[in-house]
């Protein structure tokens, strides 16, 4: 079984990890009401996406225009602004190695060819900003936007990109388990039952009102075929709350920070449930008055289930400075502190 991101076929597979044994996938609750997708929303969705172009242009004969050769996917926000995925937006050079490239070209459905310069980036969460040239922007026949609040299994999404370099296509699903981890990057990914390929990389995941839940980031191969199209119905995305603060802070020019509370956790068994403790302390937390060994909780009543869940609370839900209250239980008393957070 191998994870990959969602390169084009067209390129080098330098992205192979192997999938976490622990990693599970949650199945679409039978109950779930499908939502009706119109023909509006998915025009839209196929009007406001765009193909990352490869720059095949060769040096040696600037005359002759390079060929057409799609090595990702991406969506036009608004105003010019396009989003992809970090990783299809790279290159490698040869005196500095991978590089985020700082002007790509971008296809339009109705095969305009447009140049775009980079706003801003994250490796953290595999997210790219660019914007289109101005006098270019009328070209972009639609945009679309991020969905207010969080993405819920069993929601009906689709996603519209350029599997294996060509397109656009559909491809229809719904979410699984929307908390779940690869090795790719440091966030939580949502997993979908959709299918997708190599060259779908930076798509939107979009919802039955064309707006995005999520951007496409990988897939796990589990055919043996070793091979450069890689497909998959097991996909995974960028979660889109977590891509709209990366765009938020890029468009207002500050750095994105995230917030910092100073505990390192190990599990330990309390009763029948395994629970978080505090394997070490400092900062935030420890002035606060959260103690080694202290077994967390819950963090502004929401009960705290592991690590990775908590991290991602902080992440998703608070600023640095904010102040946050933290249920423990110390030997048999269960205590609250009030913890203003860092940023980092």
């Not at 900003?129 to 945009?143: D, F, M, N, P, T």
């Amino acid at each position: 079984m191998r994870i990959r991101r969602l390169f084009s076929s067209h390129f080098s597979r330098l992205f192979i990890f192997t999938a976490w044994a622990g990693m599970t996938m949650l199945a679409a609750p039978l109950n779930a009401e499908p939502t009706p997708l119109s023909q509006e929303t998915f025009l839209r969705a196929k009007q406001a996406t765009v193909g990352i172009l490869e720059d095949t242009q060769d040096q040696r004969t600037p005359e002759k225009p390079g060929k057409i050769v799609i090595r990702g996917t991406g969506f036009h926000l608004r105003d010019g602004y396009v989003i992809t995925a970090r990783h299809a937006a790279e290159k490698h050079d040869p005196s500095t190695g991978t590089i985020i490239q700082k002007h790509v070209r971008i296809l339009t459905d109705d095969l305009n060819e447009l140049p775009a310069d980079l706003v801003g980036d994250s490796a953290f969460m595999d997210v790219v900003i660019y914007r289109v040239a101005e006098q270019h922007r009328s070209k972009l026949q639609a945009g679309t936007a991020f969905a207010a609040g969080d993405a819920a299994p069993g929601m009906e999404v689709f996603t519209v990109g350029y599997p294996l370099g060509w397109g656009p296509t559909m491809a229809f699903g719904r979410l699984g388990n929307t908390n779940t981890f690869l090795q790719t990057v440091e966030t939580r990914l949502i997993q979908a039952d959709l299918s997708a390929c190599s060259g779908n990389s930076g798509g939107g995941l979009f919802n039955a009102q064309g707006e995005i839940v999520g951007v496409m980031h990988a897939i796990i191969q589990t055919e043996k075929d070793e091979t450069q199209a890689h497909c998959s119905r097991m996909t995974f995305a960028i979660p889109g709350i977590l891509a709209e603060r990366i765009v938020n802070a890029a468009l207002t020019g500050k750095p994105l920070t995230f917030s910092k509370m100073g505990i390192h956790m190990t599990s330990l068994k309390d009763g029948t449930k395994w629970r978080m403790a505090v394997k070490d302390v400092a900062g935030p937390a420890k002035e606060a008055g959260i103690q080694k060994h202290d077994i967390l909780l819950a963090i502004e009543d929401t009960e705290i289930l592991d690590a990775a869940q908590l991290k991602n609370y902080l992440i998703e839900r608070t600023t640095p400075g904010q102040k946050v209250a933290i249920k423990v239980r110390r030997i048999d008393a269960d205590l609250t502190f009030h913890v203003v957070l860092s940023g980092g």
